[in-house]
């Protein structure tokens, strides 16, 4: 029995042990793989796992593929790790290290990293790189690291985990906007935030900076700022004792930085030390930005600005600018100065191409802000005497004829204290129909018909007395009396100005035709028919007690309809000239187009019109013509009848010269000897007496390559001159007599004015490096870009002319640029009047870092020089100095700037202006 259980135990036994040994072989199979770091070197050779699993292929699960149980867990690295040395790389597969030596290089995402020597260590995720030196004790092959768009010039070695994508860096330079940041040690964050431990900022390019700052902390926030703890000012490595507890520069795009605007600072006489342009910029977002700014004077005054930039892409764009300037002087100055002054400025463009659309221009301000706020860099501006605005809306009539426009417009002179506004200004227009283009014959088939009418109401200041006509109108007949009042445009006076306020309507018909006649001719023959409305018109009588003549305003809706008709016809004449045995010139061109027209207009001043009147001006029973709309918004009727006939003939010269080219070959190149030379006049069949009208002549050209340009412009009276002398007082005085001067002895008659300009540009190169050039330039790339131009931007425009290493060609070293003008006058009777200047603007170099510039001028007939400006610029790599000096004139002042280049530091630097207000 013992035997049997024995024999039991070991069957059992020998059944177990081949079952536990197939289960063993079944386990292994499913240990997971170790894995190695991957080298570029190693490879290791594909498995077909079929071959090794008898097992069936098991069926999918009915679990979802969505489930969360299916989604493996991320490593460490996240993309593709590529690396490469020239000399060696070497695998340590022990402590899971990559040695790259030589001209090394890894990539990982957005990172790249250049050395002599990297070592890459897998455990830790972390990469080393550094320099190597060789047998001489010099460095080479320092790491050179680059995140996205941001750069690291490594001067000793760093450390970068590529999980956490921190680093710490030894001795390292990179670019930050305009300026550059190094620090004996770096710690970058994963935001690519960075710290400085004793670095300096700086943004000259050199290895060894002309300046810079020095902190012992300094910290950059990518795409923000740059704020350093307490810091001194370095000019090349030698300290200085100015200095600030804190900095802050700003490292994100110019039009996208919100910050302080740093003031610029001085002295006047008369308003004392001053702070100018001090606040704040606001760059809302990408579409609305605002500086606000503020002046203080010590003497009592101050100065509050705000301007606004807006643009939403493709569909508008525009400037808002506001400036009130408040001043009052002591008590006890000997000239008080006391004023308050505001001026406003807006600008309003679309972008988009409907059928509608929005603009504005607006200038307005009170009449003295440009007599006591005065720009120094834009004289222009302050003795510009006249200002104009306008608001528009305009639309067009998808699949019509028609289009409307509505306009509010303003102008002001601020020398006479004049302001018309037009509100509002209608305009409704169909364009050219023609009715009969199906027709044959020429004339009736190029015939058109198009209609505009015209709604307008005008407010102004200048007002007429509410009786009485002035002896100006009475003794000169039609016109505005230079005797009316002008009023102060505001609020106190609008009862009266809207009172006088002058409005009506106005349709024009043009109806016109093209044709060819005879072949050679065009031909064209034209009608306009216009037709007023107004709501009032004005009755004239004389009034025998005041022995005047008075006027009374009589309400009621009435036309006034006039028409004219014209006719033209020009042609083409050509006339060569060749010369055979000239070697230089070959052929001489010119083009002569005569045009003649006949217009005429009937004298709509006859009483069955009911458009003028006849009205006895004074006791001895003198009587003249007044019109009924006389000084009405469209004015009224035509006087008198014309029928005069035009003539004008328009020449151009031009010669064909031979040349031969650089590679020997004979061309031709055309120059102008007359770019045009007209001459024109009319002759009035109906008029009673000078029925010739004078004789306009003008005349254009240029030479050598345009450099130097001629223009002449002339009138001439042909009719004789009776002057007399009065005998007791020597008065002399004349007057046009009704006879050709020819038949008084006196030649083909007098010119009344004559012009002539000659203007130059000269300079070794073939291009200058002028100032109202580079001005041009500016502006014209301004407003490609969509900009909309306003004195916001012609002042920062003109500051950049203002310094002269925006637009010196350091290249070039002399440039002059001058402008002759005279001018002759003479009216009857009276002595002739001329005037002549000379203009010189330029610059000359007189090393390879300095440069003069001058602009001036002469005036012979006051033997006096105009407003003159010297300059001078000095080059200093990354700083610039600038100095200018007006030494005579309402504008004398000097001004001397010595400035970082960097447009993120324009507050630093070393400034001092006297201004003109001194």
């Known amino acids: 029995m013992r035997n049997n259980r024995f024999l039991w135990l070991l069957f059992l036994v020998l059944w177990a042990l081949p079952q536990m040994g197939y289960s063993q072989k079944r386990s292994q199979r499913n240990l997971e793989k170790r894995i190695t770091a991957p080298d570029s070197i190693l490879t290791t050779p594909t498995r077909n796992p079929s071959a090794l699993d008898t097992l069936p292929e098991i069926k999918n699960d009915t679990i979802p593929i969505t489930d969360s149980t299916k989604i493996a867990p991320q490593g460490d690295i996240q993309t593709e790790i590529k690396y490469y040395a020239e000399d060696s790389i070497i695998t340590d597969f022990q402590s899971k290290k990559v040695f790259l030596h030589k001209g090394a290089w890894f990539e990982y995402g957005l990172i790249r990293l250049d050395a002599d020597l990297i070592i890459i260590d897998w455990e830790k995720s972390e990469i080393f790189a550094s320099g190597v030196t060789d047998s001489l004790g010099a460095i080479e092959g320092n790491p050179i690291f680059k995140e996205g768009a941001t750069s690291y010039e490594i001067r000793k070695e760093m450390r970068y985990n590529f999980k956490s994508q921190k680093a710490i860096i030894k001795d390292v330079v990179t670019e930050q906007q305009d300026g550059l940041l190094r620090g004996e040690t770096i710690k970058k964050d994963k935001d690519g935030s960075i710290y400085l431990d004793h670095g300096f900022y700086t943004t000259c390019n050199l290895a060894e900076p002309h300046w810079h700052i020095n902190s012992s902390k300094i910290k950059s926030i990518r795409g923000k700022q740059v704020v350093t703890g307490p810091f001194n000012l370095y000019f090349n490595d030698i300290p200085t004792p100015l200095g600030l507890p804190f900095g802050i520069i700003p490292d994100t795009p110019e039009e996208k930085a919100s910050g302080i605007v740093f003031p610029s600072y001085g002295q006047e006489q008369v308003r004392g030390f001053f702070l100018r342009n001090f606040g704040y910029y606001f760059a809302f977002n990408d579409y609305v930005h605002t500086r606000v700014t503020g002046d203080i004077f010590s003497n009592g005054g101050w100065g509050a600005k705000a301007s606004t930039m807006y643009k939403k892409r493709y569909r508008y764009s525009g400037a808002f600018n506001i400036d009130y300037q408040k001043f009052k002087s002591p008590e006890t100055e000997l000239n008080p100065v006391d004023y308050n002054t505001i001026w406003v400025n807006w600008n309003h463009s679309p972008e988009s191409r409907g059928n509608s659309r929005f603009s504005a221009s607006v200038n307005a301000g009170t009449s003295n802000y440009n007599n006591v706020v005065v720009n120094p860099n834009n004289f222009v501006q302050n003795v510009k005497s006249e200002f104009s605005s306008n608001i528009a809306y305009s639309k067009t009539f998808s699949g019509t004829p028609f289009s409307m426009s509505a306009n509010l417009r303003h102008s002001q002179n601020i020398q006479s204290g004049e302001v018309n506004l037009i509100l509002p200004d209608i305009a409704v227009n169909m364009n050219r129909q023609n009715p009969f283009q199906n027709a044959k014959f020429e004339p009736i088939k190029t015939l058109n018909i198009a209609w505009n009418f015209n709604l307008q109401n005008t407010i102004t200041n200048r007002v007429t007395p509410p009786i009485g006509v002035s002896s100006e109108v009475v003794n000169q007949g039609q016109g505005i009396s230079p005797d009316q009042n002008i009023i102060p445009f505001n609020l106190e006076n609008l009862p009266l100005l809207l009172k006088n306020a002058s409005n009506g309507a106005k349709n024009t018909i043009p109806i016109s035709s093209n044709f060819r006649l005879f072949k050679y001719f065009t031909g064209t023959a034209s009608a306009n028919l216009t037709e007023l409305w107004y709501l009032e018109k004005t009755n004239f009588f004389y009034n025998p007690i005041e022995q005047r003549v008075d006027k009374i305003l009589e309400s009621g809706f009435n036309r006034v309809t006039y028409y004219n008709t014209s006719f033209a016809m020009n042609t083409n004449v050509y006339g060569f000239y060749n010369f055979k045995g000239s070697k230089k010139i070959e052929t001489i061109r010119h083009h002569m187009q005569p045009s003649f027209g006949f217009t005429f207009n009937p004298d709509f001043s006859d009483p069955s019109f009911g458009y003028y009147q006849i009205v006895q001006t004074d006791s001895m029973g003198r009587s003249q013509f007044f019109s009924r709309h006389q000084g009405f918004v469209f004015g009224g009727a035509p006087l008198g009848a014309s029928k005069s006939l035009n003539l004008n003939i328009r020449n151009t010269l031009e010669a064909k010269l031979k040349k031969l080219s650089d590679s020997g070959e004979a061309e031709t190149k055309k120059i102008p000897l007359l ?188 033997a006096q020089l105009t407003q003159s400006m010297i300059g001078l610029a000095r080059d200093l790599h990354c700083w610039q100095m600038n100095v200018s000096w007006i030494p005579f004139g309402r504008f004398t002042s000097y001004n001397l700037d010595i400035r970082v280049k960097s447009s993120i530091l324009q507050d630093l630097k070393v400034s001092r202006r006297r201004s003109f207000f001194d």
Request: aromatic share 12%.
């Open 675 to 862: 770019q045009t030379l007209n001459i024109g006049t009319s002759y009035n069949f109906e008029a009673d007496s000078f029925q010739l009208a004078p004789i306009r002549m003008d005349t254009r050209t240029s030479f050598f390559d345009n450099k130097l340009s001629l223009n002449i412009a002339a009138t001439l009276d042909p009719y004789a001159e009776l002057v007399k002398t009065d005998s007791e007082t020597g008065a002399v005085t004349g007057r046009r007599v009704n006879q050709f001067a020819w038949r008084s002895g006196q030649g083909i008659g007098k010119f009344r004015n004559v012009t002539m300009n000659i203007n130059g540009n000269l300079n070794p190169a073939k291009q200058g490096g002028q100032a109202g050039e580079m001005r041009d330039q500016m502006t014209d790339d301004f407003l490609q870009q969509g900009g909309q131009l306003n004195e916001f931007v012609e002042n920062e425009i003109n500051q950049i002319i203002n310094d002269p290493s925006q637009y010196i060609e350091w290249n070039i070293p002399w440039s002059l640029g001058f402008g002759f003008n005279i001018a002759y006058s003479q009216e009857p009777g009276r002595e002739s009047n001329i005037t002549s200047a000379i203009n010189i603007n330029g610059d000359l170099s007189i090393s390879e870092k300095w440069k003069i510039t001058y602009s001036g001028g002469y005036d012979f007939m006051t």
